[in-house]
């Protein structure tokens, strides 16, 4: 197979070139280039999508089996990318996310039933398709991406997909995306700091739904999408778990040593300024409030039977702290505690 990656350099997309390379297929990454380097064994060819439809003339006369774009939040590089390289191309990927759904408090939705966003044309600060976005509110310079303008520029990006593209499209809603290579130290607090033993603040409620997806597994879907010729549009993410059967099962993938988890109730917690899901001072994958009860409990049992694998925690935890210990487990954090700001909530709680 022939496959093109709209990007290649970094987590998700470099995942998904070093797939194809693994299998054997012709790897084509198109990217500037400036976030890193593609797997070894696929090529780079160099554009720019803020060059509007001259972008893609590196790529004039080129066929390809499969193209994959994971343009973060500009959909007018997703139709550009479409009218420029679709009727060359026999199948399309597109990587949205789960943010497109409107309802976030219904719980084992699926893909098919879930309403969606209004779509948003808008776009923010976006610089390159080579920064992804693996979660759905994040900061980045001056814009801060919200779920409604993150989760509609990626429901305005599905559809000039579904319009312009004459083929068979795989329109692949992940969430939050862990493992080797992660960004966004959202997950990769929790084994980082699970390694470190001893109390370890918590937030409650323990039995709050959650889902990732490994960027692995992601990754292999995405490139037997390609060879299958799916199409659809379908969640990337594992079946729901509970915060407690997470905690666990990383601490049980890290080995870690003797800890005590120390849970703290959400109004507490808001009080001493710890922010929920990302940021600085936050607690990881943490979402108070009831309208989020359905954000992590997807019913993915659609996206099972099409062929999504989900590996086992234990394997994805030992993979995130690979790559915290590779990034330094003292670094300034992008999302979580720092040692000190847990210590001295800790002390605040009473431990």
Known sequence: MRLLVLGGTVFLSKAIAAEGVRRGHTVVCAARGTSGAVPDG???VRLDR?????????????????????????????????????????HWTFVSSVSVYADNATPSQTAASAPLRPPALVRPDDPTEETEQTGET???????????????????????????FHGPAFLVRPGLIVGDGDPSDRYGYW?????????????????????????????????????????????????PTTFADLLARTAAGVDAPAHELVPAPPSWLVEHEVRPW?????????????????????????????GLRIRPLEESAAAALRHERALGLDR??????????ETQLLAAVGR
């Open 278 to 306: 990302s940021g600085p001072r936050s607690l990881p994958l943490w979402i108070p409030g009831e309208h989020y009860a359905g954000f992590m409990a997807h019913d993915v049992s659609p996206s099972l039977a099409a």
């Open 42 to 44: 696929a090529s780079l």
């Open 138 to 164: 994040e900061q980045t310079g001056e814009t801060e991406q919200t779920e409604e303008t993150y989760g509609g520029a990626k429901v305005a990006s599905e559809q000039a997909v579904a319009e312009l």
């Open 332 to 341: 300034p954090r992008r999302a979580g505690l720092s040692a000190a700001e």
């Open 191 to 239: 084994p980082a700091r699970l390694d470190r033993g001893g109390a370890v603040l918590v937030p409650e409620p323990m039995d709050a739904a959650v889902q990732l997806v490994d960027v692995a597994d992601l990754a292999a879907w995405i490139v037997d999408a390609g060879q299958q010729r799916l199409a659809g549009a379908f969640d990337a993410v594992g079946p």
């Open 50 to 90: 803020d060059a509007g439809p001259a972008a893609f003339e590196p790529l004039a006369g080129a066929e390809f089996d499969a193209v994959v774009d994971v343009a973060r939040m500009n959909p007018g590089w997703v139709r550009a990318a479409v009218e420029a390289l679709g009727a060359r191309a026999a």
